[in-house]
């Protein structure tokens, strides 16, 4: 099997020195880790019309302290908030001072798309007469009176699909590449990976990445509850949060003395085209593997049998921040002094997959 | 009925506070918007929306921060600059505006920084007698 092409041969080592967590089942990898292992749920409240959904918010969660511009709180939403807070927090312990030089750091986070304030919107709207959406179609003045006037502007501002990151860079001072991925539930582990070929192919020497979320709205319920009752309406949990990780270049964390919590070592993204979604996950892991130079062929998570064994997990597992919490999962159960190596694989609603292949600190 | 100038007031200094993210304290009636507390350009659009929400009525940002000045008229500007009888018309208007930042002059592109609460509260006295037919208080 040959290395994925996204990898070129004499790619840099990455690892990662920090983690901010913000979620509903606490702020470190050892707690959380600690809360699943005690078979803890986070608290949760059930959603009218909705049997069998509920929602887990992060209880007592503050903003403001995390902002360097405070004001920058009215134009963001609850996911951004999330994301500058969890990112502040990876920062701070991957030991990254005000005198490191956050110029050109990478920015890449996901995130599932914009929750359009719904509030927001339904109080511009107001009442409507029946042919009004159609007048709002072609007709721009009214429009812009019934629809626009009402709204916010800084509605839009919120709403843009790339405000997670920017506001993350905006926040720390950093001007380096900002992007936000809305890959939906693989949109973590997406940001993770373009993250790490960033600094592996050598544009890069730090970067912040990972995903939040906060799914508490109208259309994301709604899509939600949907996939809740297709899926036989098992008992499902929504839940808000953050994941952020500070990747860096090997030897720029060696110079700088950074602890070292472990390291990935290769990445791909795939799609199940026409619905073969074992076959892209499988396709995932051996690129993922393929350039962490692992032989694929005998490790047992790529072979079909084990992907249909992990695909029920993986599944249930998934989220646009799952990827950055699984990850922390990981470095909370292998430790500082592993060298294990791990493979990260992660499933979106249309199909999309991703995988991660990762190792300890102490590898080679 | 008509509300007191003291009214409007008030009502505008909690409006700018919370939209610049400032304590109620902090926000004098003199103060500028943009040097005294921080104001950027995207704050104005949240401040008039957030006062025609308030007050029923829309307006232009330019009739925000204008006032009773008219920046075209030729009395009043030569070379982008307010002339002498403009400036001594805002220096009557805002008495105990911080009138040292501008010892070397006023160019128009300087007027939004003369934006206070008392002069939203002046634009919106003039507003209300526009619509009312009387002087707000």
Redesign the interface.
Known sequence: MPASPLIAPDRRRVVVTGVGLVTTLGGSCEEIRSRLAAGEVAASRPVTGAPGLRLATIAGFEARPHFRQ??A???TDRKTQLAVAAAALAVADAGLTEEVSRDDWAIVLGCSASDLQCAELARALGPLDPAAPERAVDDLPFFAERLLGGL???WL?INLPNMVGAHVGIQLASHGPNHTLTGDWIAGTQALGEAWLAIAGGEREVALAGGADAPLDPFDLGALATRHTTAGGAPFLVAEGAAVWVLEEREHARQRGARTLGEIRGYASTAAIGGDLSGALQRAARGALGGADEPWDEHPATTRAEIHRRLGHALAASGPIDGALLLAEWAAVEGAESAAAGLLLAVGTLGQCAALALAGPGRP | MNPTREELRQKIVLLVADALDRDVAQVSPQASLIDDLGAESIDFLDLQFRIESDFGFKFTDEELWRGSFDPTDPRWVAGGRLTAAAVEQVRRRQPDFAWERFAAGIAVADLPRLLTVDTIVDHLERRWAQDHGAPAG
Do not use: D, I, T
Request: proline share 22%; aromatic share 0%; net charge positive.
């Open positions: 405070p004001k709180l009215k134009l916010n502007p800084l501002l």
